[in-house]
Structures are given as structure tokens and as C-alpha cells.
């Protein structure tokens, strides 16, 4: 099946919706009710690739329901404009109901992953694509056949890559998987399988920048490398990726790659600079992987790694030098889970769970590359 079949374009049409599923109401979009609203919490952050801007989505309290909004900054956390988000169906399980994953190419082009599940036969992944070509005013939903189901989703600078599955009425989880390239248009897209792959693998690593792509499907740590969106792979010959799981890819140029990766209860962290070729450790010190604590590759040579909550603080370190070189540059006054989002050097925010007489959510912002935090309200 051709991805024209999978993945193509459909109208474009703004959102002010509520939706209400499953006795746990949820909404999304609508700024002009969001400012009729009660405070906005806070759930999670999304950088726009290369670029200062910063997505926040949100709760807030409107009528007897609780909404998601969506909140923009340019200006790390300054000033903050309303925009939307596409419908989000409900999950009790989730604060952010079905939104699977946000994603943006850029500060205005950006594609949110709505569904999946776990099911009798396993894992469905999400089945709804939206994108949005003006920094989230307005979302574009994009029709995928039935029974198909995006496993994997990257954006680079001018491209974007999908792996695919048909993971309903089989007789396993998932089968037929498929990298899918399109331009951020999503106009025309090419679809090609997946070298290497049998049923039972797990895609254990995917990434891309430019028309760079790479992959691992076959659970020996063994990464095949695409310089020419996917069309071609070779097989790297050395690879040091000392990890038997998935590991979390973020390619922030054609050669430098920042990987986080479970090794059972903890986490590892490498860096390559020759496309995946090789990897180095970056010398941390222990990491629990239900710590709360987060890893934010930056560019080539910056990354930022905070450990997690000890006591009451989470400790922040500086990763430079092809990743050899840790500098503890502050503390971060948070409890329990942590996430951080730096556009530079010095400017960053953090979201933090703070647990208590009772338990909040809190947005930071620091100037001065983590040394200090202030706390903002995105209204």
C-alpha cells in the first residue's frame, strides 16, 4: 500500500471544541474561553526544533470540566500567547488525555499524535495526525488508512519521517511496518519497508535531521544509517550503544546524536559525533530511570542533565566537549518529576511536580544557565 493511501492531506479548519468521553471530560483549543478560565496548570513542555520557542500545554477549569489549552513563548516564558491545540479525547489515565506526543519542525510548523493503547494483543499505537503550519492558530487533520497506526514520529528541519504499522484486526499487535518521508507539507509522501525487520523485534531506536535517518530493529544494538531519507541503509561498523532497550534519539546535526538509554532500573547517556558510528558515555553519575529526572539535548556540543529530585532538590548539570565534560551548574527546587526545555546556553524552563500539603505543578524559568529559577504563570 502506497502512503498516498496512509497518510494525505485534509482540510484545514480552526478548533474550539470541547469533547467529553468516558465520564472524565476534556477539551481543547479555544482561546477565548481558556481566558475565561480558572488558573492554568502546567503538564507538559515541547521546544520547537532550532528555534526559542517553546510550547506549554496546560489545564485549566472551565464550567464543570477540565480543558486542555495550549500556551506559546518566544521569550522564555516573559510573555506567553494562546493558541490551540486539535481535539484531545479523554483518558482517565492521562492529564493530557489521548495527546500522545507534540512535536514542532520549527517555531510555527508542528504535528501533535492523538490515540493508541494497550489492547488483548498488545501495544496499538496512535492512529490521528494533526499538523499545523501557523505556530498552533489552527491544525490540520491528516486522514491515515484504517487499521494503520504510527509507531515512530520525527521532525527535522525540513522533513518528516513516520514509521507505520497496520496494527488492527491481525492476529498479532502489529505487522507490515514501514518508514514513511514526506516534506513538512505532508503532500506527498513515499513509504518503504523497514530493512532488517521481523515480526517480535521492538524498534528500539529512531531518529533523523535532514535527510539522515536512523534506525535499530534488530535487538543487537547493531544502528542502520540513512543519508538519503530512508532509502538506502548501511549498517554501522562499530557501535558502542551499550543498550539492550529503547533508547530516546535526538540528532541535532548531520554527525552529533545524543542518546538516553534504560539499562534496567537506571539510565545511560552517550554521544556520537560521527553519525552513530561510535558512541561515547557521558560520565554521569547514577540515574534511576523512575527518578524524575530529565536529559535535554540542546545542540551540538550542549546538553543539560537534571538527576531527579534528592530530598527536595533536583540537581542540574552542564554537559559539554562531545559530551566528557559534566558541570553542576544549580539546583532546581522540586520533589518528585522534572522536565526541562533549554533554547540556549543561558535560557531554559522547567516544569516542576511539586508534592505537599498539596501537590501543584510549577513553571520555571532561569536567565543564567540554570544557576537561578524564577517561577512564571502562563495565563
Not at 523497514?194 to 543487537?220: C, K, M
Not at 498539596?358 to 543564567?368: N, P, Y
Request: glycine share 10%; aromatic share 8%.
Amino acid at each position: 500500500m502506497s502512503i498516498n493511501h496512509i497518510l494525505s492531506p485534509a482540510r484545514s479548519f480552526a478548533i474550539c471544541l470541547l469533547i467529553v468521553l468516558g465520564g472524565l471530560p476534556l477539551g481543547a483549543g479555544g482561546t477565548a474561553s481558556a481566558a475565561r478560565s480558572g488558573a492554568f496548570t502546567p503538564l507538559t513542555l515541547t521546544r520547537a526544533n532550532s528555534s526559542s520557542v517553546v510550547y506549554v500545554v496546560g489545564s485549566v477549569k472551565c464550567s464543570y470540566v477540565l480543558c486542555l489549552r495550549l500556551r506559546r513563548t518566544s521569550d522564555n516564558g516573559e510573555h506567553f500567547t494562546s493558541v490551540s491545540l486539535p481535539p484531545v479525547p479523554a483518558n482517565p489515565e492521562s492529564a493530557t488525555g489521548m495527546l500522545n506526543k507534540l512535536v514542532f519542525a520549527n517555531a510555527d510548523v508542528g504535528y501533535a499524535l492523538i490515540g493508541g493503547g494497550y489492547t488483548d494483543v498488545g501495544y496499538n499505537p496512535p492512529s490521528i495526525l494533526y499538523a499545523t503550519f501557523n505556530g498552533a492558530r489552527t491544525w490540520h487533520r491528516e486522514k491515515i488508512a484504517k487499521g494503520v497506526g504510527i509507531v515512530a514520529f520525527e521532525a527535522a528541519a525540513a522533513q518528516i519521517y513516520a514509521v507505520t504499522a497496520h496494527c488492527k484486526g491481525t492476529s498479532v499487535p502489529c505487522q507490515d511496518y514501514r518508514l514513511q518521508h514526506s516534506s513538512l507539507a505532508a503532500k506527498k509522501w513515499s513509504s518503504r519497508t523497514i530493512p532488517g525487520y521481523r515480526y517480535g523485534l521492538e524498534l528500539n531506536l529512531f531518529g533523523a535531521f535532514g535527510s539522515h535517518v536512523w534506525l535499530d530493529v534488530t535487538q543487537s544494538g547493531q544502528i542502520d544509517t540513512s543519508n538519503d531519507d530512508g532509502v538506502t541503509f548501511s549498517e554501522a561498523a562499530h557501535n558502542k550503544l551499550g543498550s539492550p532497550g529503547t533508547c530516546n534519539l535526538t540528532a541535532v546535526s548531520t554527525k552529533a546524536l545524543w542518546a538516553e538509554c534504560p539499562t534496567g532500573m537506571m539510565v545511560a547517556f552517550f554521544y556520537s559525533h560521527d553519525a552513530g558510528a561510535q558512541w561515547t558515555t557521558i560520565p554521569t553519575n547514577s540515574f534511576a530511570g523512575t527518578g524524575g529526572g530529565s536529559f535535554d539535548p540542546v545542540s551540538v556540543q550542549l546538553a543539560y542533565l537534571d538527576y531527579g529530585p534528592n530530598s527536595t532538590r533536583s540537581e542540574l548539570y552542564r554537559i559539554t566537549h562531545s559530551g566528557s565534560q559534566l558541570t553542576k551548574v544549580g539546583q532546581i527546587d522540586c520533589s518528585t518529576d522534572l522536565s526541562i526545555a533549554f533554547t540556549d546556553r543561558d535560557h531554559g524552563l522547567a516544569l516542576c511536580q511539586q508534592n505537599g500539603p498539596t501537590a501543584s505543578e510549577e513553571l520555571l524559568r532561569t536567565s543564567d544557565g540554570g544557576a537561578n529559577w524564577q517561577r512564571v504563570r502562563p495565563s
